[in-house]
């Protein structure tokens, strides 16, 4: 049994099988890891350069010790703390195909969260989308969905290979199909 | 007026409070969210390591500095009516 044949998310049918699990772009994250380490120098370089230039002129006693500890503290903190967010608001966007449907779980946030799917037979149109330098050379984009539910377009954003994806899709949805027309054809009256 | 140190370790202990809050709230998400595999349980394991790392250290600064003794003094300027300076004809 493969990897992805070992996953199991809520609400999966019986013998429903997962054929793809796709989530957003790793360069998407890679900016708040960019992000992360500058702002983590941030402080050790200020402290540094007061330390070589105002030496002279700034030497803290204990309260102000205190006070830059407590502060660096905190500052470390709570930026370690919205990367850890931010990281989970990247890895919790998913999106799952099955042999059945195509589940879309996006997280927008703490508590906030939303779930939908749309069948396989009841889509219309695939669309994928490649926009930019970037999304060229790292092969990321968009796949929109067109279907005949509620849900009436589905949006994958910032996943790779969004080409391989829609025409994955198509050929899970001809599939789909061809399986209901054999049941109705087969069903006894 | 005279600050005493330890206001400011108050103020952090709030501050702490607060981020143990935020981290409670995301490690909820991690565990009940992040079902697929296990990258999202190392993360969060990283995530609680590095916190008490953070911890740990700015114990091990704030241990050798005088919290107890640190004081911050403010001069407040008071006017009084000196009346030795009264001059009467």
């Known amino acids: ?189 | 007026m005279e600050i005493p140190a330890f206001i400011i370790l108050i103020v952090y202990g709030v501050i702490v409070f607060l981020f143990c809050i935020l981290a409670f709230f995301n490690i909820y998400h991690a565990i009940r969210f992040g079902i697929f595999d296990t990258a999202v349980k190392f993360v969060t394991l990283i995530f609680i390591l590095v916190s008490l790392g953070i911890f740990f250290i700015t114990g091990l600064f704030l241990a050798e500095s005088h919290w107890r003794d640190a004081k911050f003094f403010i001069d407040i300027p008071t006017f009084s009516a000196d009346t030795s300076k009264n001059v009467r004809n």
């Open chain 1, 1 to 189: 049994m493969s990897n992805i044949q070992k996953i199991h998310f809520p609400g999966q049918h019986h013998n429903e099988r997962i054929f793809l699990v796709i989530r957003r772009h790793w360069l998407m994250f890679a900016k708040h890891v960019f992000w992360l380490l500058f702002m983590a120098a941030l402080p050790i370089l200020i402290l540094l350069l007061i330390n070589i230039f105002l030496t002279d002129f700034f030497v803290p006693d204990d309260f102000f010790t205190i006070l830059i500890v407590c502060g660096v503290s905190t500052y470390y903190l709570f930026i370690w703390v919205f990367f850890f967010r931010d990281f989970l608001d990247f890895y919790l966007d998913v999106w799952i195909l099955t042999d059945e449907r195509i589940v879309s779980i996006e997280q927008l946030g703490l508590f906030h969260r939303v779930v939908s799917e749309v069948n396989l037979t009841k889509i219309q149109d695939v669309t994928s989308i490649v926009r930019g330098a970037f999304a060229t050379f790292f092969n990321y984009g968009e796949t929109h969905i067109q279907s005949a539910g509620s849900e009436k377009r589905f949006i994958f954003r910032q996943i790779p290979d969004p080409n391989g994806i829609a025409r994955t899709i198509l050929t899970l949805h001809d599939s789909a199909r061809q399986s209901s027309d054999q049941y109705h054809e087969t069903r006894p009256l």
